[in-house]
């Protein structure tokens, strides 16, 4: 009865899509709250340049950060190659292998970008 | 509110023998509030028109037969009473995604395919000499081992569940909703020993892998079955197979 199945690669990228997922469920909203309304609220007296790149860059001093920082949009970009690809499917758009291709490849693309930018930012 | 006196039922047709396109042919048939779909549509074939063909047999929603969509949705027509129908008109069509023989009948052969492909039955141990010489003792099971597979044991067959299913309707290929279901049906009997066997199905592509977690199938399943739930159950233990495999060399294959 298992010769019609050929084990499938897709737990790999539906790995990196549901931790991409949970990163997106979590951590975005928290940084839409924390950037687009607390910073901007407490930006009153001594709430100046809380956001100032100085000291965000200072956020990175420590090593685990960087890892954290380049993890997050290595995995929220793995995340949005699998949606827009299975979004294609589910729209009746079937272009096979080239835009799987595409999909995961920039997605590909865009962690090795984040590991050479936390690699290459300049220490605080 | 008065109960009306008829409701307009709208039926999408089709004869394999006569040239047309499929063609909607409507019919009033008489209302009663406590009449159910299949017993209109039992109407419709003894006083208007004998022609008209769909499946039923227990008209008590157990048999799985008389699936068909009903204003767009997958359904029982024997699970449906025409007070919640009204005023109508209903719109009936063959159950979507499965080939039409005639009128409201559809192939389920694709279905009868899959049920032997995801081994949707109990294999028993591995059979010992000694084993065979004893006399079988019973399986018995405690009410715990047995709440561990009875919602999925409550399968129909009705078929609802692929009708729902887009992915179904995108790659016929796709096991589906029911038959994955009972995979995890058998898989979590404790009297089985076939889950070995069922792993392939399983984490093919055409297994658990083709679901998106939609849950159409779900909401239609009038067992109450939850088919979305065995799929994405199996998906965790897929992908935890595929990754000690990797890391493992020669666990598995
Ligand atoms: S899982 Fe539910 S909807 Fe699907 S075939 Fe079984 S009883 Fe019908
Ligand atoms: S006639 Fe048996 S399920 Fe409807």
């Not at chain 1, 007296?45 to 993890?71: F, H």
């Not at chain 2, 047309?20 to 003894?46: C, F, G, N």
């Not at chain 2, 005639?102 to 032997?116: A, E, S, T, W, Y």
Request: proline share 7%.
């Amino acid at each position: 009865m298992n010769a019609r199945f050929r084990r499938s690669h897709e737990p790999l990228f539906w790995l990196l899509f549901g931790a991409g997922g949970l990163l997106a469920a979590l951590v975005l909203p928290a940084l839409v709250l924390f950037t687009g309304v607390i910073v901007p609220v407490a930006r009153g007296p001594g709430g100046e340049g809380l956001l100032d790149y100085t000291r965000v860059l200072g956020l990175l001093a420590w090593p685990g950060a960087r890892v954290a920082l380049a993890g997050s949009i290595a995995l929220l970009a793995w995340h949005a190659a699998h949606r827009i690809l299975h979004l294609c499917h589910d729209l009746g758009v079937h272009a096979g292998r080239g835009l799987k291709w595409s999909c995961y490849g920039s997605a590909a693309l865009v962690s090795l970008l984040a590991c050479g930018l936390v690699i290459l930012l300049p220490s605080p | 509110m008065t109960d009306p006196e008829t409701i307009l039922i709208e039926v999408l047709r089709w004869h394999p023998d006569t040239p047309e396109a499929p063609w909607w042919q409507s019919y009033e048939v008489p209302y009663r509030a406590d009449a159910t779909l299949l017993e209109a549509l039992q109407t419709i074939k003894d006083d208007l028109d004998g022609t008209l063909t769909f499946r039923w047999s227990c008209r008590m929603a157990i048999c799985g037969s008389c699936g068909c969509m009903v204003n767009g949705r997958p359904e029982l027509s024997c699970h449906l009473l025409l007070r919640d129908l009204a005023p109508g008109p209903v719109r009936l069509e063959p159950l979507a995604h499965f080939p039409v023989i005639r009128d409201l009948v559809i192939d389920q052969q694709d279905f009868l395919d899959k049920l032997p492909a995801v081994g949707a039955y109990l294999v028993p141990a591995e059979e010992t000499e000694a084993a065979a010489a004893a006399p079988a003792a019973p399986s018995r099971q405690t009410p715990a081992q047995m709440a561990d597979y009875y919602q999925y044991a409550q399968c129909i067959n009705c078929l609802l569940c692929y009708s729902a299913c887009p992915q179904y309707g995108l790659k016929p290929d796709f096991l589906g909703p029911a038959a994955l279901a009972l995979m995890a049906r058998h898989d979590a009997d404790s009297r089985d020993h076939g889950q070995a066997g069922r792993r392939a199905a399983r984490d093919a592509d055409t297994g658990v892998w083709d679901c998106t977690l939609v849950g159409h199938c779900t909401e239609v399943c009038p067992q109450g079955v939850d088919p979305a739930r065995a799929i994405n159950r199996n998906k965790t233990a897929s992908a935890r197979d595929y990754v000690f495999d990797l890391l493992l060399p020669g666990r598995r294959r």
